[in-house]
């Protein structure tokens, strides 16, 4: 009888240990970038009660009518988290973290779920960074939340991208604009797609975002929100657009950018690269100062962003870009012998204590094994240690760039291999 194969559920991947030195180092960008901005990490579970993923992103979204992962358990109803948006503002309202004074201003790295068609740069479980700044109504809130984006980009040395901005006005404005909206596309109801039609009655904006075909001819003539933004709207407007001018972030004005959740108000935002193909799309956000109310807190406006990832690695990979250097090994023990392995396994804490990467053989390989391992972990120097060297407790120390041995005690060793180390490279 055969046995059985598995394999990993469609559209989720494992990242394998030739890849995680890249993951480490963007995380590594990120809290750096983060701590010289002055922003807090918060980490929120990976479900989330059902019920707070509708109503913090829409009942209508693609997000909640296609793509989520929702189950129940007992009388509860789950979801695994498809954006951390709505989890983070669930946090800031059941720990009063309002009450900690001053604006808040936190970052997240994490997996989100999506149950959509799995492709480039797309999957079923991805990974997102962000942040959220919670508590201030203020452009300048929009922009350093911008200019972190941003920074993340730059400072990897992707160039190759567009920011696209956008105000969708307050709550006042957006009343306006639906109906003016909803009015003109009415008379073409029946030649909208099913999904624009339900969204017709509730949230015609959300059109806007539609990628059906049948839909871009009526998107391309309708009304445009920038004709009816009242003065508060378009006065944030024009102050996100100058923030942005001061700090020379180039950006362009897309009149049709409504972001794919509905609790955005006001400031949307996304960044696009051309390397990425069809799914283009590097990060996204805006503000959403009526979320924080819809989930159960006190008014409080807010802003964020949420970037992939994957899209992110992606975009390295097609420009040649090494986020994380080849991984060293600083020394490999080759022992010849039980009694060698013995000490081999002994003196492997000694190196660590002092800051060195240390390995030894697992296996009991023969000298010529062990010396090709250590030539596959990119070992800088090999520790030989034989009944001789145990002995004469001196052990040869071989320099494997260099191809030079000497024969050193167990100290002289630490010392050595430290100097090396030290040295400018």
């Not at 149950?115 to 990974?127: D, I, T």
């Not at 959220?132 to 980009?153: C, L």
């Not at 992606?314 to 420009?319: H, Q, S, T």
């Not at 003196?347 to 800051?355: D, K």
Request: net charge neutral; glycine share 6%.
């Amino acid at each position: 009888m055969a046995k059985p194969s598995y394999s990993t559920p469609l559209g989720m991947v494992d990242i394998l240990p030739d890849q995680t030195p890249s993951w480490r180092a963007l995380e590594q960008i990120i809290h750096e970038e983060a701590a010289k901005f002055n922003f807090q990490e918060i980490r929120t579970p990976i479900l989330e009660p059902t019920k707070l993923i509708k109503r913090g992103i829409g009942q209508l979204t693609d997000i909640v009518t296609k793509e989520i992962f929702a189950f129940q358990k007992g009388d509860t109803n789950y979801t695994l988290r498809p954006e951390l948006t709505a989890p983070v503002v669930r946090s800031f309202v059941q720990h009063h973290l309002d009450q900690r004074g001053g604006v808040q201003k936190l970052y997240y790295i994490g997996p989100m779920f999506r149950a959509e068609r799995p492709q480039k740069g797309r999957q079923r479980q991805f990974h997102q960074f962000g942040l959220e700044v919670i508590g201030s109504a203020d452009s300048v809130a929009d922009i350093e939340t911008i200019a972190f984006m941003m920074r993340i980009y730059q400072r990897i040395g992707i160039k190759n991208f567009t920011l696209k901005l956008n105000s969708i006005g307050d709550l006042e404005s957006r009343e306006r604009y639906k109906q003016v909206l909803r009015d003109d596309l009415e008379p073409h109801r029946s030649k909208l797609s099913e999904l624009s039609q339900q969204r017709l009655e509730k949230n015609p904006m959300r059109i806007l975002d539609s990628k059906e075909p049948e839909d871009q001819e009526y998107i391309a003539k309708a009304p445009k929100i920038q004709d009816y933004l009242n003065e508060d709207s378009t006065i944030h407007f024009e102050k996100v657009k100058h923030g942005l001018q001061v700090l020379d972030i180039p950006f362009e004005v897309d009149t049709y950018l409504v972001r794919g959740m509905d609790y955005y108000t006001r400031t949307a935002f996304e960044l696009s690269s051309p390397d990425l193909g069809s799914q283009d799309a590097l990060a996204g956000g805006g503000r959403y100062d009526l979320l924080v109310e819809e989930i159960g807190g006190k008014p409080t406006p807010a802003v964020g962003f949420a970037a992939g990832m994957e899209r992110l690695l992606i975009a390295c990979e097609e420009l040649n870009i090494s986020l994380s250097e080849k991984s060293v090994l600083d020394i490999y023990i080759v022992s010849l012998g039980e009694e060698a392995r013995n000490w081999a396994l002994s003196f492997l804490p000694e190196l660590r204590s002092h800051g060195l990467s240390a390995s030894m053989d697992y296996t009991g390989r023969s000298m010529k094994a062990q010396m090709k391992e250590a030539n596959r972990e990119h070992t800088r120097f090999t520790i030989i240690a034989g009944e001789n060297e145990l002995n004469n407790r001196a052990f040869i120390l071989r320099d494997m760039n260099k191809s030079v041995e000497v024969n050193l005690s167990a100290k002289e060793i630490i010392s050595t291999v430290l100097a090396h180390k030290s040295r400018p490279k």
